[in-house]
């Protein structure tokens, strides 16, 4: 046998080798797939990818071919990640709105590979994940313009469902309309409340009438059947090649920085994310009736080194005068100061849930 015969016949025996590990590790991806589906977490994990292609190009001792395992590693990853992606098409993901609504689009962009589910209010989209009717829910939770979104918070309180991920997606607002309208030739605008009034000066500049929608993607759908130059709408850029509407102006919100925080929800928490450092932990809780009890539960979370991101209140339905309180906190809840605090938390308070825990930076397809 020549050495090329020989080698060849090597590498033949490193090939079943190689093979029967690669079914063993799509196997473990396809666990890995399942995890992040139950619990609403994304495919991408890029510092976790980079930690492992990192760590395993360090196996390879000769230095001149170590690069050419990087770029195997990669390969592999990205084998995975498609594996994975089309494991996970078809969960069912709930959203309140329309196609075209900011919260389709967060869904569409978190979830590529998901069947989007539209709901009439954010209390059917959560039910429909707590009944199991569908997988997992994006609801928005927050606005930097506007202030928290009181109905999702309520039912967080009430429910049954975890945070596991929150994406922040940034609003721009846009003005639409039939073709052949211009901004003169507008004379009412429509959209849901808040938009009208991220927009009040841009609408007050042009002397524009406004009328309220419930929904900014109902409103451009609403101009579109109008079929009226004197109509225009706010809303997204993707809400207007929807409905099949031109873009006459972009960006008229005030507030450039305008962000809406989306948060998955899902029936499962992720465990391992509390053992994690680089997360942020939500806790809902109310205090006893005693005085000083609000101060002492938040100086429980300062003895022990944590920081607040976040604190809310909320009234409590059928108890007047008596609220409850959504926190964010920053930092490791499976750490042993973790453990005390909430164990210090306890004695403070009647009631104490922690929603979920997420991840500080969140990745996703735009």
């Given at each position: 046998?020549?050495e090329l015969?020989?080698?060849?016949?090597?590498?033949?025996?490193?090939?079943?080798?190689m093979?029967d590990l690669?079914?063993?590790?799509?196997?473990?991806?396809?666990?890995?797939?399942n995890y992040?589906?139950?619990r609403g977490?994304?495919i991408l994990?890029s510092?976790?990818?980079?930690?492992?292609?990192g760590?395993?190009s360090?196996?390879?001792?000769?230095?001149?071919?170590?690069?050419?395992?990087?770029?195997?590693?990669?390969s592999?990853?990205?084998?995975?990640?498609?594996y994975?992606h089309?494991?996970?098409?078809?969960?069912r993901i709930?959203y309140?709105?329309i196609e075209?609504?900011?919260?389709?689009?967060?869904?569409?962009?978190?979830?590529?590979?998901g069947?989007?589910?539209s709901?009439?209010?954010?209390?059917?989209a959560?039910?429909?994940?707590?009944?199991?009717?569908?997988?997992?829910?994006?609801?928005?939770?927050?606005n930097s313009?506007?202030?928290?979104?009181?109905?999702?918070?309520?039912l967080m309180?009430?429910?049954?469902?975890?945070i596991?991920?929150?994406y922040?997606?940034?609003?721009?607002?846009?003005?639409?309309a039939?073709?052949?309208a211009t901004?003169d030739?507008?004379?009412?605008v429509?959209?849901?409340?808040?938009?009208?009034?991220?927009?009040?000066?841009?609408?007050?500049?042009h002397?524009?009438?406004?009328?309220e929608?419930?929904?900014?993607?109902?409103a451009?759908?609403?101009?579109?059947d109008?079929?009226?130059?004197?109509?225009g709408?706010?809303?997204s850029?993707e809400?207007a090649?929807?409905?099949?509407?031109?873009?006459?102006?972009?960006?008229?919100n005030?507030?450039s920085?305008?962000?809406?925080?989306?948060?998955?929800?899902?029936?499962?928490?992720d465990?391992?994310?509390i053992?994690k450092?680089?997360h942020?932990f939500?806790?809902?809780f109310t205090v006893k009736?005693?005085?000083g009890?609000?101060?002492?539960?938040?100086?429980?979370?300062g003895?022990?080194?944590?920081?607040?991101r976040?604190?809310?209140?909320?009234?409590?339905?059928?108890?007047?005068?008596?609220?409850?309180f959504y926190?964010?906190?920053?930092g490791?809840?499976?750490?042993?100061?973790?453990k005390?605090?909430l164990?210090?938390?306890?004695a403070?308070?009647e009631?104490?849930?922690?929603?979920g825990?997420?991840?500080?930076?969140i990745?996703?397809?735009?």
């Amino acid at each position: 046998m020549t050495e090329l015969e020989q080698a060849r016949q090597k590498i033949n025996e490193i090939d079943v080798k190689m093979a029967d590990l690669f079914e063993e590790r799509m196997k473990c991806a396809e666990m890995v797939a399942n995890y992040k589906r139950e619990r609403g977490l994304p495919i991408l994990d890029s510092s976790r990818e980079q930690e492992i292609i990192g760590r395993n190009s360090m196996y390879v001792d000769a230095i001149n071919i170590r690069p050419y395992y990087t770029t195997f590693m990669q390969s592999v990853m990205d084998i995975s990640k498609k594996y994975q992606h089309q494991l996970i098409e078809g969960s069912r993901i709930a959203y309140s709105g329309i196609e075209g609504s900011f919260a389709h689009i967060a869904s569409s962009r978190l979830f590529p590979d998901g069947e989007l589910v539209s709901f009439r209010s954010f209390k059917e989209a959560y039910e429909a994940v707590e009944n199991g009717d569908c997988d997992l829910a994006v609801l928005p939770i927050e606005n930097s313009h506007a202030g928290e979104v009181g109905q999702v918070t309520d039912l967080m309180f009430e429910g049954n469902l975890y945070i596991n991920s929150v994406y922040p997606l940034r609003v721009s607002q846009n003005l639409m309309a039939v073709p052949g309208a211009t901004l003169d030739s507008i004379k009412t605008v429509i959209s849901h409340p808040q938009a009208l009034g991220q927009c009040a000066e841009f609408i007050e500049k042009h002397g524009y009438v406004t009328v309220e929608a419930s929904n900014t993607a109902r409103a451009a759908k609403e101009v579109a059947d109008k079929k009226d130059i004197t109509w225009g709408a706010i809303a997204s850029k993707e809400t207007a090649a929807l409905y099949g509407l031109d873009v006459l102006d972009h960006d008229i919100n005030e507030d450039s920085q305008n962000t809406t925080r989306f948060a998955v929800f899902s029936r499962v928490r992720d465990n391992m994310a509390i053992l994690k450092d680089n997360h942020t932990f939500v806790l809902m809780f109310t205090v006893k009736n005693e005085a000083g009890t609000l101060a002492k539960a938040i100086t429980a979370m300062g003895n022990y080194g944590y920081s607040m991101r976040v604190i809310r209140s909320r009234p409590l339905k059928n108890q007047a005068w008596q609220y409850y309180f959504y926190v964010e906190v920053e930092g490791k809840l499976g750490s042993d100061e973790g453990k005390a605090m909430l164990n210090a938390l306890e004695a403070q308070c009647e009631t104490l849930k922690v929603i979920g825990t997420y991840s500080n930076t969140i990745e996703v397809q735009e």
